[in-house]
T-cell receptor, first 114, second 112 residues
Framework: DAGVTQSPTHLIKTRGQHVTLRCSPISGHKSVSWYQQVLGQGPQFIFQ???????GRGNFPDRFSARQFPNYSSELNVNALLLGDSALYLC?????????????FGAGSRLTVL | DAKTTQPTSMDCAEGRAANLPCNHSTISGNEYVYWYRQIHSQGPQYIIH?????ETNEMASLIITEDRKSSTLILPHATLRDTAVYYC?????????????WGAGTKLIIKP
């Protein structure tokens, strides 16, 4: 079975541009979470979606948005990119958003903002 | 804010047990402790999790103190492929969702 797949794997943008990152969860998983990992730090929670509804949002500005589609895949959008948005963006899926679930992470999308 | 503190780095000889400590003195009664590891900017890999009792699986053992203020991850027979950054994480409940609160992790280097 395929794991969590993310695209693109690497991308370079300039300040002020917009970026869309995509995530396909493990088959049967209904919850998707997004994390940002700046170099040298642990991941930080951005969003969680379950059954196409936003269930949680971390301490990120409104430039960050996301959505989940009927097939449970998800997109993370970031507008008006800043240099500080350069990071590895991780998507994780789980069967549900509740209980002692284990998150399975994808390999991430590495965003560089110039 | 991170709810865990870990050593920045540790070494361990190949074939020996690697014991990775973690302090989580502000953990609440319903918050789980999770361990993940990350090999050179790949996606984090789940290792183990627990609430109160010690846990063991095919990868590792998790020992949680009785007061739940600290825990230790044990890799029983470390190999070179276990070289990675190990994260001790507290899972907190916020409204209708759960979030993993990550610290800075411990860089574990397994030496031949």
């Amino acid at each position: 079975d395929a794991g969590v797949t993310q695209s693109p794997t690497h991308l370079i943008k300039t300040r002020g541009q917009h970026v869309t990152l995509r995530c396909s969860p493990i088959s049967g998983h209904k919850s998707v979470s997004w994390y940002q990992q700046v170099l040298g730090q642990g991941p930080q929670f951005i969003f969680q979606y379950y059954e196409k509804e936003e269930r949680g949002r971390g301490n990120f500005p409104d430039r960050f948005s996301a959505r989940q589609f009927p097939n449970y895949s998800s997109e993370l959008n970031v507008n008006a990119l800043l240099l500080g948005d350069s990071a590895l963006y991780l998507c994780a899926s789980s069967f549900s958003g509740l209980g002692a679930n284990v998150l399975t992470f994808g390999a991430g999308s590495r965003l560089t903002v110039l | 804010d991170a709810k865990t503190t870990q050593p920045t780095s540790m070494d361990c000889a190949e074939g020996r047990a690697a014991n990775l400590p973690c302090n989580h003195s502000t953990i609440s009664g319903n918050e789980y402790v999770y361990w993940y590891r990350q090999i050179h900017s790949q996606g984090p890999q789940y290792i183990i999790h627990g609430l109160k009792n010690n846990e063991t699986n095919e990868m590792a053992s998790l020992i949680i103190t009785e007061d739940r203020k600290s825990s230790t991850l044990i890799l029983p027979h470390a190999t070179l492929r276990d070289t990675a950054v190990y994260y001790c994480i507290v899972r907190v409940q916020a409204d209708s969702n759960y979030q993993l609160i990550w610290g800075a992790g411990t860089k574990l280097i397994i030496k031949p």
